[in-house]
């Protein structure tokens, strides 16, 4: 009781630093929401480098694919490293710097398989994903949240509705959860219909997002995503980014 009591204060201590907050006093869902956003940013502008194992299922190729689970190094800037750990493509590894490999998407398939080559944004590459690598790593969803939410305050006319689903453990971490439905249909410039997050009590990032949109004249979850197991700044070096990195099979 004493913790939920202490997570309530801060976040409404984080509405005092919302534009427009007060002005939504009379929606503590949103309120809530708005706070648990504002949070995970302030968090995320912390993280210089992160290691996690996502589990992902995203709308690619006509349909929602099977789940993956990937371990995955990120450094800010744009480096990648992805080993998947599940039974979909497993031992498969993908790597990824703007630098350090010339801005190509390093492939290995299998051992004994040729080590591809490609461009990260070209039809290989992106076959099987909604997302190319360029949005991997934990920048990309709070920067999808915080600009609907930018949007949703810059158009006030717009009615942007919120649920606070209350706290969860997932995954050992105990977070607190919301949903918020934005009206696409009435401003094509927002991300997703309705995204469902769940911002980690330890870190303030996120542990969960499902993002349901249109797809094929339907109304459907599109994308979800569990970041399990983050550890931040953890001194992440060029090596970490490396073709020639003895743990990697590339």
Known sequence: MRHLTVLLLALVAALSLIPGAHAEGDDPARAVAEALVERMIAAERGVKDAVYTLHRREWADGGLIPEERMAIKWRRGGDVYMRWVGERYNGREVLYSPTLTGGKLIVSTAAYVPTLTLDPKGS???????????????????????????????????????????????????????????????????????????????????????????????????????????????????????????????
């Not at 969803?141 to 949007?151: A, G, N, Q, T």
């Not at 006030?156 to 995954?171: H, I, K, Q, S």
């Open 124 to 250: 290989v590459a992106m076959r099987g994903n909604r997302h190319s690598i360029l949005d991997a790593g934990l920048s990309f969803p709070v920067r999808m949240v915080r600009e609907d939410f930018e949007l949703a305050r810059s158009r006030p006319e717009l009615a942007l509705t919120a649920e606070d689903l209350g706290p969860r453990v997932l995954f050992g971490e105990s977070a607190r959860c919301a949903r918020v439905t934005m009206p696409k249909d009435q401003e094509p410039g927002f991300y997703a219909m309705k995204s469902e997050f769940c911002i980690a009590d330890r870190t303030g990032l996120p542990v969960f997002f499902e993002i349901t949109d249109r797809m094929n004249g339907q109304v459907q979850v599109v994308e979800r995503f569990n970041f399990v197991g983050v550890k931040v700044n953890q001194g992440l070096t060029d090596a970490d980014f490396s073709v020639d990195n003895p743990a990697y099979n590339l």
